[in-house]
C-alpha cells in the first residue's frame, strides 16, 4: 500500500471517518448536545472530502493508463473452490477492498462534497426536530455505506454498500415514525428495494459463476479469455439481471413506485439520497459493469427503453403533482431515465456526467424546497404558496438556477450533460432521442410550473403562516449558494469541442470504459457533424423555451386556465393525477396478492398449523396422560393404597393401646407385671405341689 | 431378745411404699405429684449399698424431670398428663 500516494494509499479512511461517527451517535449520540453532533458528523464527512480530494489530486497526477489504484485490507470471504459453468476450477474470493478509478473518484467527490454540503444545511434545518443526533447517526451511516458503495473492488463488498444505503434510507424515510404514512413509505422503499436486490443477487451468482471472478478489475480480462461472442445469452442474463437491481434502487420502471413515497422522509434526506446519492447507483452500478453490458446489445437496447419510457412516464406524472417535493421526487425517476437512456446507447460516460450534474442540481432543488417548506412552517402544496420570491429571495434566486440547470438552458449544467446523452441517443436510434426530446419540454413545463406556483403570481399562503415567513438561517442558504454555483458551473468541466472545449470530464471517465471498447465495432463520434450537434441543441432548446413560456401563460397569465384543461381532458386527467393508477394496479396485482396469501396462510396456520397439528397434538397428549393418569391412580398408586389399608387394617387393635397417656402405658406395664407375677406364683404352687 | 427387725418387715414396708407409688403415679393427672410420688417408689429399693446410689439417682432424676417439666410447660402451657399425648402420631 506505501508504494501509493498518501491519499490513494489510504482510500479506506474515507469510509471509515463517517462510520466512526456514526457508531458515537448510536453509543453516545443521546448524550452530546447538538453543536457537539454537528461538529462530529459534519467534521466526519468533511475529512472525507479532504480526502477524497487528496486522492483525486494524487489520481490525475498518474498517467491516464495507471489510474487504478486497488488496496485490499484483507480476504473477507477466503478462497472457496467451485466449478464455474464451464467446468473449469475457479476460486470465490470476496476481498474487503477498495479500488479507486476516474469512475470511482468522480463518485466520492460527489458524494462527499455533496453530502457535506447537505449535512451543513441539516444542522439549519434539522436544529428543532427530535432525534437529532439519531438523524446524523443515519446520515453518516449512509456515507459510509454509499461510499463503500462506490469504492468496493467487487461485486460482493459493492452490494453491502448497496444493502447498506437501503437499510439507511430506509430508517431516514421513517425518520418521522410517528407518522404512519412515514414508515409505511420506509417499508415501502425497503420492500420494492428488495426486489431489486434479489435480481442483482442472482446476477451477481451468475457472474462468479460464468467468469469465474467478481473483481472488477478482473471481468474485463475475464471476458476476453472468456471468448464471449457478442450477445451471448448468459452475458445477456447477467446484464439483465443487474439491470432489475438498478430498477428497484435508480427508480426505473416497474419499481420506481417507492420513490415518491418516500418523500415522507425529511428534506435534507430527500436531497442527499433521493436525488444526489443513492437513487443513481443502479447508474454506477451499470457503468461499472459496463464490460458486460457492452457484450449484450439486447440488454443495452433494453436499459435504453426503459430509461426513455421512465422518463417521460414520470415527467408527465410530475405535471400534474401539486406536492412541491412530489414534483421533484418524478422529476428524479425522470431524470434516472436519461441516465439510463445514456447508459443503454453505450454512453456510459455521459450518464455519468449527467448524474454528477443532477447530483449539484437536484439536491439544490431539494434543500431549495426545504427551504420554502422551512418557511411556510411545513407547507408543502403549491396551491397554498405564491408569491414568495421577494420574501425569500436568496432562496429564490438559488432555486431558479436550478431549474435553469434542469430545464436545460445553456450554459447551465444540465444544459450540457442533457444534450450530450440527447445527442448520444440521436446516434443511436431517432426514437428514443425523440422521447428524450419531449421529455426535455415537459421538464421546464413542470419545473417552471413549480418556479410559478411556489414564488410569482399572487399569494394563496395560509393567513396565520403568511407572517412568519422568514429566509432561512446562513446554515441552510451558504449550501445553497454553492450548490447554485455548481450547478451553473458543473457542467463546464465538460465543455463540448464544437464550442471549443475539450471534454475533459468525459475524457476522464474514458479509462473506465475504453479497456471494453474493442467490443463496440463502430467508434462514437458526433452526430453526422458538428451542425448536426448545434442543430440538435437548437432544437431542444427551442422546445424548453417554449415548454417556459408555456408554463408561464398557464400558470402567470391565465391562472383559470389549468383548471379548464383538467376539466377538459378528464379522464385522462384524472388518469394522470392518479400517477396512471400504477400504485393501485401493484396494489391489485402483487399486494394485495401477496395480502390474500398471508391470509391463506394465515387459516391454513390457524385451522391445519394450528387446529390439527398443534390443538391435535396437544389433545392426544392429554388423552394419553388421562389413560396413565387412570393406571396411575387405580392400578399403582391402589395396589399400593391396598397394602398399606391392609396393615392399615391390620394394626387397628394395637393401635387402641397406644394412646400416648404415659400413664395407660405405666397402667399397662403394672397389668402386665401383675398377670407375670400372678402367673409366676401360680405355676410356683402346683410345681411344689 | 433378739431386738432386730425380722426382714419381713422391710420387704412388706418396701411393698407398700411401691404400691403407693405406683397407684399416685396411675392417678393423679399432674406430671410434678407423678414425679414426687414417682420418687417414692425409690424408696421401695432394699440393701445400704443400695441405699446411696438410689439417693443419686433420685437427686439426679428430680433434676432431669423437673428440667423436662419446665420445657415442656413453656412449649405447650399445660402440666396434665393426659394432654400429654403427643406420642400417639
Not at chain 1, 2 to 17: C, K, R, T
Not at chain 1, 73 to 87: D, K, T, V, Y
Amino acid at each position: 500500500m506505501n508504494a501509493h500516494p498518501f491519499f490513494l494509499g489510504h482510500v479506506w479512511l474515507i469510509p471509515l471517518f463517517p462510520l466512526l461517527t456514526a457508531a458515537a451517535m448510536l453509543f453516545i449520540g443521546r448524550r452530546l448536545n447538538n453543536s457537539a453532533v454537528n461538529a462530529l458528523c459534519c467534521g466526519s464527512v468533511f475529512a472525507s472530502f479532504i480526502f477524497s480530494v487528496g486522492a483525486f489530486l494524487q489520481l490525475i497526477a498518474l498517467p491516464s493508463e495507471e489510474r487504478l489504484v486497488t488496496s485490499v485490507l484483507f480476504e473477507w470471504i477466503p478462497a472457496l473452490p467451485f466449478h464455474m459453468l464451464n467446468g473449469r476450477l475457479a476460486n470465490f474470493v470476496a476481498d474487503f477492498g477498495f479500488q479507486i478509478d476516474p469512475l470511482s473518484c468522480v463518485m466520492i467527490l460527489i458524494v462527499t462534497g455533496v453530502g457535506f454540503l447537505i449535512h451543513v444545511y441539516s444542522t439549519g434545518y434539522m436544529a428543532h426536530e427530535g432525534g437529532y443526533y439519531r438523524f446524523f447517526g443515519y446520515l453518516n451511516l449512509f456515507m459510509f455505506s454509499m461510499l463503500i458503495l462506490v469504492l468496493a473492488n467487487n461485486l460482493v463488498m459493492l452490494f453491502v454498500g448497496w444493502e447498506g444505503v437501503g437499510t439507511c434510507s430506509y430508517l431516514l424515510i421513517g425518520f418521522y415514525f410517528h407518522r404512519k404514512s412515514a414508515s409505511d413509505a420506509g417499508k415501502k422503499a425497503f420492500i420494492v428495494n428488495r426486489i431489486g436486490d434479489a435480481g442483482f443477487l442472482l446476477g451477481i451468482f451468475l457472474t462468479s459463476a460464468l467468469l469465474g471472478t467478481i473483481r472488477f478489475a478482473e471481468i474485463g480480462p475475464a471476458l476476453a479469455a472468456g471468448h464471449f461472442a457478442m450477445g451471448d445469452p448468459l452475458l445477456t442474463a447477467i446484464a439483465l439481471l443487474f439491470f432489475v437491481g438498478a430498477t428497484g434502487k435508480s427508480a426505473q420502471i416497474p419499481l420506481y413506485v417507492w420513490l415518491p413515497d418516500a418523500m415522507e422522509g425529511p428534506t435534507p434526506v430527500s436531497a442527499l439520497i433521493h436525488a444526489a446519492t443513492m437513487v443513481t447507483a443502479g447508474v454506477y452500478m451499470v457503468t461499472r459493469t459496463n464490460a458486460i453490458y457492452q457484450l449484450a446489445p439486447k440488454a443495452m437496447a433494453l436499459v435504453a427503453l426503459v430509461g426513455a419510457v421512465t422518463a417521460l412516464f414520470a415527467a408527465s406524472i410530475g405535471v400534474v403533482q401539486t406536492d412541491i417535493k412530489k414534483v421533484l421526487a418524478y422529476s428524479t425517476v425522470s431524470q434516472l431515465g436519461y441516465m439510463f437512456l445514456a447508459c443503454g446507447v453505450g454512453a456510459f460516460t455521459a450518464g455519468i456526467f449527467h448524474l454528477m450534474t443532477h447530483a449539484f442540481f437536484k439536491g439544490l432543488l431539494f434543500l431549495a424546497a426545504g427551504s420554502v417548506i422551512h418557511a411556510l412552517s411545513g407547507e408543502q402544496d403549491m396551491r397554498k404558496m405564491g408569491a414568495l420570491s421577494k420574501k425569500i429571495p436568496v432562496t429564490y434566486w438559488t432555486m431558479l438556477i436550478a431549474t435553469l440547470a434542469i430545464a436545460g438552458i445553456f450554459p447551465f449544467a444540465g444544459f450540457l450533460s442533457k444534450d450530450l446523452i440527447l445527442g448520444k441517443a440521436y446516434e443511436k436510434d431517432a426514437l428514443l432521442w425523440a422521447i428524450g426530446y419531449f421529455t426535455a419540454g415537459m421538464t421546464a413545463f413542470y419545473m417552471f410550473r413549480l418556479i410559478f406556483m411556489t414564488f410569482h403570481g399572487t399569494s394563496r399562503v395560509d393567513h396565520d403562516v403568511e407572517h412568519h415567513i422568514h429566509e432561512s438561517p446562513k446554515s441552510m442558504l451558504i449550501p445553497l449558494l454553492i450548490l447554485a454555483g455548481l450547478s451553473i458551473a458543473g457542467g463546464w468541466l465538460s465543455w463540448p469541442e464544437i464550442f471549443g472545449g475539450n471534454s475533459r470530464f468525459v475524457r476522464f471517465l474514458e479509462p473506465v470504459i475504453a479497456t471494453t471498447q474493442l467490443a463496440r465495432p463502430e467508434p462514437t463520434h458526433g452526430p453526422g457533424s458538428p451542425h448536426g450537434e448545434i442543430y440538435l441543441m437548437l432544437l431542444s432548446e427551442g422546445l424548453v423555451v417554449l415548454g417556459i413560456c408555456f408554463a408561464w401563460y398557464l400558470y402567470i397569465k391565465r391562472t383559470e386556465l389549468p383548471g379548464k384543461i383538467a376539466k377538459s381532458l378528464g379522464g385522462f386527467y384524472r388518469l394522470v393525477y392518479h400517477k396512471y393508477y400504477v400504485d393501485q394496479l401493484y396494489d391489485a396485482l402483487f399486494v394485495n396478492r401477496a395480502k390474500d396469501l398471508g391470509l391463506a396462510l394465515g387459516v391454513f396456520d390457524t385451522t391445519v398449523i394450528n387446529g390439527v397439528g398443534v390443538n391435535g397434538a396437544g389433545w392426544l397428549t392429554r388423552f394419553i396422560s388421562s389413560l396413565s393418569m387412570w393406571w396411575d391412580t387405580w392400578i399403582v398408586d391402589g395396589s399400593i393404597r391396598l397394602g398399606s389399608r391392609i396393615v392399615w387394617l391390620f394394626s387397628y387393635p394395637v393401635r387402641l393401646i397406644q394412646d400416648g397417656l404415659v400413664q395407660s402405658y405405666m397402667l399397662l406395664i403394672v397389668v402386665g407385671l401383675i398377670g407375670f407375677l400372678g402367673y409366676y406364683f401360680y405355676l410356683g404352687h402346683h410345681a411344689v405341689r | 431378745m433378739n431386738a432386730t427387725i425380722p426382714t419381713d418387715y422391710y420387704l412388706w414396708l418396701s411393698l407398700a411404699l411401691f404400691t403407693i407409688g405406683v397407684i399416685g403415679v396411675l392417678t393423679r393427672r399432674n406430671v410434678i405429684i407423678i414425679l414426687m410420688v414417682f420418687s417414692r417408689m425409690w424408696g421401695s429399693v432394699d440393701g445400704q449399698v443400695f441405699a446411696i446410689f438410689v439417693i443419686t439417682d433420685a437427686a439426679a432424676e428430680a433434676a432431669v424431670g423437673l428440667g423436662i417439666i419446665l420445657a415442656f410447660f413453656r412449649n405447650r402451657e399445660t402440666l396434665l398428663a393426659d394432654e400429654m399425648d403427643m406420642l400417639k402420631w
